[in-house]
């Protein structure tokens, strides 16, 4: 393979690896969409609280940045036909990997956090568990747009 080509693939892998960055979901990191926006505050008891994973879903974008640094990389493999088949190989085993890797990544703990509203209305809600909470906390749901998320 020529130089122009490897490097083209790799900053493309390199470009799709950005789809695979992780957005957090943790109570103290906000998305930039949203900051200066008002979030209605409830306050509320919790009364039970889960661990559980955060799964995102796969966007395919793992697999393709792996598939082009293998075909990037099996270009080196033998010449002609060989270079070809090698290519191809690799090509299929960084997909296979991207796709792997992108598992992994999508994955975060969470907690379910169960609660009593102070008007009596029971809520459960997901969030990443970056701050514990425990049975009894007096806590703040904070909502806007139909979102939520739980704070002390």
């Known amino acids: 393979m020529n130089p122009p080509l490897i490097t083209s693939a790799l900053v493309l892998s390199a470009v799709l690896l950005q789809g695979c960055a992780y957005r957090s ?3 103290n990191v906000y998305a930039d969409t949203d900051t200066q926006r ?3 505050i409830t306050m509320a008891t919790v ?3 889960r661990v559980v994973t ?9 697999g ?6 293998g075909l990037a990389l099996g270009g080196f493999a033998g010449k002609g036909n060989g270079q070809f088949v090698g290519s191809v190989l690799a090509s299929v085993a960084g997909d296979l990997a991207g ?3 992108e598992s992994r990544v999508a994955r975060l703990p969470g907690l379910e956090i169960s609660m009593r509203l ?5 809520i459960s ?3 990443s568990a970056d701050e514990p909470f425990k049975k009894g906390d007096r806590v703040r749901v904070l909502s806007a747009e139909g979102k939520s998320r739980v704070s002390r």
């Open 54 to 62: 955060i799964e995102r879903s796969p966007t395919g974008v793992g």
């Open 118 to 122: 102070d008007d009596g209305q029971q």
């Open 25 to 27: 979901h943790a109570e």
């Open 99 to 101: 796709q792997a890797i």
């Open 64 to 69: 393709a940045a792996g598939a082009n640094v």
């Open 47 to 49: 009364t039970a609280v």
């Open 125 to 127: 809600l997901v969030q």
């Open 38 to 40: 008002a979030h209605s």
